[in-house]
């Protein structure tokens, strides 16, 4: 049971103050992974490792993205039909930043996978340079997700308007 914000660890639940915090890429060539997280979205450098890894940030955490070729210098990206990671979601936090990264996004000339409206949340998909997928997303206030009449979660897929999202960005400046 979870009480106050405390664990019971007889309990079934989870402690409500575990999150994740941090993910580590395997990718091919460390500097164009850079190029793509550090020059086009933005994260700080807070540490390389020679050419074989890179932990970036953003705020000055030690690092939200760690990126290496330990096991993957040169490699190719994983085939379809195979398990792994599906994507790795990056939290905005408020719609003008998540308009923010799709602009820096175009400015690169990276193409999107899909853009959607879960009711919960809004995102937009695409692929890193290693072809692992990322989701840039924002979500919404709590008190805005759609819920069902039993109180439990009605997320949804619909397309999200990119160019309502991109308005965010008028007048700021």
């Known amino acids: 049971m979870v009480e106050s914000g405390r664990h019971d660890p007889g309990g079934s639940g989870l402690d409500p103050r575990v999150d994740i915090g941090h993910v ?4 091919a060539d460390l500097d164009r992974a850079l190029g793509f997280y550090r020059d086009v979205l933005g994260f700080d ?3 390389r490792v020679g050419d074989s890894a890179a932990f970036l940030s953003a705020g000055g955490y ?12 040169g490699g190719a990206p994983a085939p379809p039909g195979t398990t792994g990671l599906y994507h790795v979601a990056i ?7 998540l308009a923010d990264a799709l602009i820096r996004l175009q400015r690169a000339g990276i193409r999107l996978d899909g853009a ?29 997700w759609p819920m069902k009449e039993d109180g439990s979660l009605a997320m949804t897929t619909r397309p ?14």
């Open 24 to 27: 580590h890429l395997k990718v």
């Open 45 to 47: 450098v807070t540490q």
């Open 62 to 73: 030690h690092h939200h993205l760690g990126l290496n070729t330990w096991d993957s210098r």
């Open 91 to 97: 939290r905005y936090p408020d719609r003008a930043s």
């Open 116 to 144: 959607a409206d879960h009711g919960v949340s809004e995102a937009v998909y695409l692929r890193d340079p290693d072809g692992n997928g990322v989701e840039l997303y924002r979500d919404r206030p709590r008190d805005e």
């Open 160 to 173: 999200l308007d990119l160019l309502d999202l991109l308005r965010q960005l008028e007048g700021v400046g």
